[in-house]
Antibody
Framework: EVQLVQSGAEVKKPGESLKISCKGSGYSFTSYWIGWVRQMPGKGLEWMGIIYPGDSDTRYSPSFQGQVTISADKSISTAYLQWSSLKASDTAMYYC?????????????WGKGTTVTVSS | DIQMTQSPSSLSASVGDRVTITCRASQSISTYLNWYQQKPGIAPKLLIYAASSLQSGVPSRFSGSGSGTDFTLTISSLQPEDFATYYCQQSYSTPSFGQGTKVEIK
């Protein structure tokens, strides 16, 4: 079964760092782009960026460039999303998703999401 | 950036109704348009990709059409499990989503 398993919920204070993970299984992890999507409480979906684990080619939405870092460790089929200094406005659900096609960039497999709460 | 605008933002419908949701792009995106369904507390699910291709396992009552700037998602006969929020997403350039359309029970 193709699946993405995300790390558990996090509660952090403003200014702290954080790295959440997304582990792929059931397919060739290095052959598909993996993306991250933010959903703030009660709001819509926002595409953050993607990484190609095969060569770590990474692309960001301009809205998130410089705010987060996307990385991957292909040896353990895991992608990451990290923050160096969290803000309250980073409170959201974060989904990872496989991009099933290199041209249409549709997201065909999703993780269950990781809730990040940033509060003093 | 390409802006995606969905209409309506919400709608009320009954089981068995035909439902149409519209998505408009701020510039031509050919057929680089995908549709997702999201239920509360659950990750989105891909329904339609490349404007009109049905994702494997998705019921045939869902269909998509359009090209250029105007697209539609149609549910031919609304079922109880279809009450959810629907999002379009363009992938012509840096991907972006529409604001969502919530389909509620009438």
């Amino acid at each position: 079964e193709v699946q993405l398993v995300q790390s558990g919920a996090e509660v952090k204070k403003p200014g702290e760092s954080l790295k959440i993970s997304c582990k792929g299984s059931g397919y060739s992890f290095t052959s598909y782009w993996i993306g991250w999507v933010r959903q703030m409480p009660g709001k819509g979906l926002e595409w953050m960026g993607i990484i190609y684990p095969g060569d770590s080619d990474t692309r960001y939405s301009p809205s998130f460039q410089g705010q987060v870092t996307i990385s991957a460790d292909k040896s353990i089929s895991t992608a990451y999303l990290q923050w160096s200094s969290l803000k309250a406005s980073d409170t959201a659900m974060y989904y990872c998703a496989r991009h099933g096609d290199p041209y249409y960039y549709y997201m065909d497999v999703w993780g269950k999401g990781t809730t990040v709460t940033v509060s003093s | 950036d390409i802006q995606m605008t969905q209409s309506p933002s919400s709608l009320s419908a009954s089981v068995g109704d035909r439902v149409t949701i519209t998505c408009r792009a701020s510039q031509s995106i050919s057929t680089y348009l995908n549709w997702y369904q999201q239920k509360p507390g659950i990750a989105p699910k891909l329904l339609i990709y490349a404007a009109s291709s049905l994702q494997s396992g998705v019921p045939s009552r869902f269909s998509g059409s359009g090209s250029g700037t105007d697209f539609t998602l149609t549910i031919s006969s609304l079922q109880p499990e279809d009450f959810a929020t629907y999002y379009c997403q363009q992938s012509y350039s840096t991907p972006s989503f529409g604001q969502g359309t919530k389909v509620e029970i009438k």
